[in-house]
């Protein structure tokens, strides 16, 4: 940190500023002379600057402290979470046959791995198996919705991601899904219906 003291208004004019990690206190944090460049970006943070003067060992630099305030950001959400429809997992005797026999080689092989190794091996085969034997868990927030209608809205979500939403064949998708959930909705409501009427 380079300061220029200007004589005639007593004003330290900061130059140099970026934090560095160094001992945090509830006044601030202390930053070394020597930190890098700031950008300007980062100087309207600061809140109180002072220096901290130590025994004279012959250099030209002291100790500043400095009380920085910043907003932190917000992280987006990422992926969600691939969720597995469990419930026939007790009857899926594929999936246990596989677990087990990859278990039965993994066991063999333990004595030569790695804790961390064999720990990314455990989860690697339990994804794969999961991914390859139990089917995703699809949410179905309107009952109405047949199960092609799904497969046509996965097919629209695909189409979205690779062609530009303004493509003929994403608004062909589109057209086709709203047709079909409109056509879903009143068969389910026709079946009701006739349900309530009898």
Known sequence: ?????????????????????????????YIHGHTQTAQDRWRSSIMGV????????????ELLMAEVKTRLKLLK???????????????????KLEIKNRFD???????????????????KIFKETTEKHIPKMKT???PWISNKTLHNIEQRREAKKTFRKQSEQYKDWNKE???????????YLESHLSHIEI
């Open 77 to 95: 959400p990422g992926a969600r979470p691939i969720r597995y429809d469990l419930t026939e997992l007790p009857l899926n005797i594929a999936y």
């Open 50 to 61: 002072r220096t901290l003067p130590g025994a004279d060992c012959g250099t030209d630099r």
């Open 1 to 29: 940190m380079k300061l220029e003291k200007d004589l005639l208004n007593f004003v330290w004019k900061i130059t140099f500023l970026l934090p560095t990690p160094c001992s945090k206190t509830t006044e601030g944090v």
């Open 177 to 187: 899904v709203k047709n079909a959930i409109k056509n879903d909705k009143k068969e």
């Open 105 to 123: 080689v993994l066991g063999r092989i333990t004595e030569q791995m790695e804790p961390n190794d064999l720990a990314t091996e455990i989860n």
């Open 140 to 142: 179905k927030k309107m």
